[in-house]
């Protein structure tokens, strides 16, 4: 298992939590939105009703997101979830209420099909946040987690493995820290409540 596709993978999540999503999603995919936990990979082949496949997915993980306590709004015609409507990615990074619904249902998250992995055009200075933020994450205890590509994005996690659970805790901790910096704000003080890992 690479590790830079482990980090890539926490990066990414970071970022559709604050930048609009990775991979053409805005679907954080797993309570990796602040643990670091695998993200399921993107598919290479996909039929042509992948995208309806998908979307139908997303809608289940989405319905058990509500289960849960967490009032997610249904997901456009391409899956994506707009996660502001249940607060900033640096608040739903802290909430132990949400973190807890995102470990619950992730495993609902269906692969994110070929048609859909190019995420939308970032600007230059979401791409210089995004530089910033893998600065941190290595400055916080990641030191080998990888910068973002020239477009703002984070390497792909293919053929990756979950992280044991002291790894996860680790990500959990430096994601917290450098969560603001992805909004151009200064890291912050984890919060020693919060747990990343169930």
């Known amino acids: ?4 596709g482990r980090f890539g993978a926490a990066a990414c999540l ?3 939590f604050t ?3 990775c991979g053409g999603s805005e679907t954080p ?12 990979a993107t598919s290479t082949s996909a039929p042509s009703n992948a995208v309806e496949e998908y979307v139908a997915g997303v809608r289940k993980y989405v ?3 509500r289960n849960e306590g ?4 249904d997901p ?11 607060g900033r990615g640096g608040e739903l990074k802290r909430d132990p209420k949400f973190l807890a619904a995102s470990q619950k249902c992730a495993s609902l998250m269906p692969p994110l099909p070929a048609e859909l992995e190019k995420g939308p055009p970032l600007t230059e200075e979401q791409i210089r946040y995004a530089r910033e933020y893998a600065k941190c994450m290595r400055a916080n205890g990641q030191p080998d987690f990888p910068d973002p590509g020239a477009d703002g994005y984070f390497p792909d996690r293919d053929g990756d493995q979950a992280p044991t659970e002291q790894e996860a805790q680790a990500m959990f901790r430096a994601g917290q820290i450098c969560a603001p910096v ?11 409540n919060a747990t990343g890992v169930g």
């Open 1 to 4: 298992m690479t590790r830079t």
């Open 29 to 40: 995919g797993v309570a990796t939105a602040a643990t670091g936990a695998a993200k399921p």
């Open 182 to 192: 992805l909004e151009g704000r200064p890291p912050t003080t984890p919060d020693p």
């Open 76 to 86: 456009d015609a391409k899956g994506h979830i707009d996660y502001s409507a249940v």
């Open 14 to 16: 970071a970022v559709a």
């Open 19 to 21: 930048l609009a999503g």
């Open 70 to 73: 967490i009032n997610l709004p």
């Open 63 to 65: 319905k058990c997101m």
